[in-house]
């Protein structure tokens, strides 16, 4: 079952993609201003993470010389330790920099949530942020005890509640969905490179940070994870380490699932099913 009561939602320009809201059960009036005051979080995570915006605290991290240093919010300080985190259990496969000395390492977090520049190179917090700033939006409604919503930033969905119809895109015909299902609390992410982008939109490459290669075009991973952050984060993981990331997806209690040409993979490959956060 979906949605059976009646959604308010809307939808905005955020996080470089569209981001829509949605919450049920709810008066209408209530309803808007709870999805207001979610937008109002989302943009302020993206005015701190952004690497297009020259005044947010990533630019001015790319903007430290060699051993500069900068103390960042509490927020942000929160993603550069998951990152680090994640880099060192996925052995450099996930990555917020595309520098390959130092194993793609150029910061160094200090104490009091400062961070030091040790290598050249820049960051892009990217799909990791948006995973963030959709978690910051669904934590915000449910400390609302809004009874049941969604917050979908271009394909990164956190749902709570009542179930929300999730449709994964086919890597080689974007047109069509190669697998559909109903998620419930739970987040859902996809990462790939669609045939019908490739002439115009080369920065959405997913590189490799070992090797600098793109990731092949018809290849899509999407993962199902407690948290968004997580989601994200771990489709980059499958697409490269496919089932060496099993391990990765075990300790984050996540599961997903590999579209390779007209091959479906799912992971872990001890699992049966990939649909335990869905009704």
């Given amino acids: 079952m979906t949605f059976t009561s009646k959604v308010n939602k809307r939808a905005r320009p955020l996080l470089g993609t569209v981001v829509e809201i949605g919450v049920s059960d709810t008066e209408a009036a209530e309803a808007q201003e709870l999805i207001s005051e979610s937008f109002l979080k989302i943009e302020n995570i993206e005015r701190a993470m952004s690497r297009f915006d020259k005044q947010s605290e990533v630019s001015q991290i790319n903007d430290l010389e060699m051993n500069g240093s900068l103390v960042v919010s509490q927020q942000l300080w929160s993603i550069l330790q998951l990152s680090e985190h994640l880099t060192a259990l996925s052995r450099g496969v996930f990555s917020i920099s595309a520098a390959q000395k130092n194993n793609g390492r150029i910061l160094k977090l200090m104490d009091e949530r400062k961070v030091c520049r040790v290598a050249a190179g820049s960051i892009d917090l990217g799909g990791i942020a948006k995973g963030y700033a959709v978690d910051q939006a669904v934590e915000y409604l449910q400390s609302q005890s809004t009874p049941s919503g969604y917050v979908n930033a271009g394909g990164d969905i956190r749902v709570f509640g009542a179930p929300h119809p999730i449709f994964v895109r086919h890597p080689l015909r974007p047109s069509e969905s190669v697998v559909s299902l109903e998620l419930k ?26 090797t600098g290669r793109a990731v092949p075009f018809g290849v899509s991973a999407s993962v199902m994870a407690p948290t968004c952050v997580m989601a994200d984060a771990l489709t980059k993981c499958i697409l490269m380490l496919k089932s060496e990331g099993d391990t990765l997806l075990h300790q984050f209690d996540a599961r997903g699932f590999l579209v390779d040409g007209e091959h479906v993979t799912s992971y872990p490959r001890t699992e049966k099913t990939i649909t335990s956060y869905a009704n």
């Fill in 185 to 210: 609390d739970a987040a859902f992410a996809t990462s790939a490179i669609y045939h019908d982008e490739k002439s115009y939109n080369q920065s959405g490459a997913v590189l490799d940070p070992r």
